[in-house]
């Protein structure tokens, strides 16, 4: 089994930061991406940043320029920075990760318990 925890989130002003972590642990044979999605009320999930092994990290329109992903392949982590956040960047925000969790499985998407991010006054 394949386990991701995250940390961070909470209530922020607009102009504010935040730092959202995630943790995977578990049968981890090979990570392909890790990445962080979002999902504001009402509406469909959205990836926000991924960072493939070894490829090009990608990120939302929307948050280009205010977030940065991180991502310790050793340690199985990824952050993601956020800074200048908007009332719009509102939503619970799910850590994920492309898993193959033994030689020979599949590669399958693995998910976090989701952390919410509210920008507000």
């Known amino acids: 089994q394949v386990q991701l925890v995250e940390s961070g989130g909470g209530l922020v002003q607009p102009g504010g930061s935040l730092r959202l972590s995630c943790s995977a642990s578990?049968?981890?044979?090979?990570?392909?991406?890790m990445g962080w999605y979002r999902q504001a009320p009402g509406k469909h999930l959205e990836v926000v940043a991924r960072i493939p092994t070894g490829g090009t990290t990608n990120y939302a329109d929307s948050v280009k320029g205010r977030f940065t992903i991180s991502r310790d392949i050793a340690k199985n982590t990824v952050s993601i920075q956020m800074h200048s956040l908007k009332p719009e960047d509102t939503a619970v925000y799910y850590c994920n990760a492309h898993v193959t969790p033994m030689l020979g499985a599949p590669p399958t998407d693995y998910w976090g318990q989701g952390t919410q991010v509210t920008v507000s006054s």
């Open positions: 578990g049968s981890l044979y090979r990570i392909s991406a």
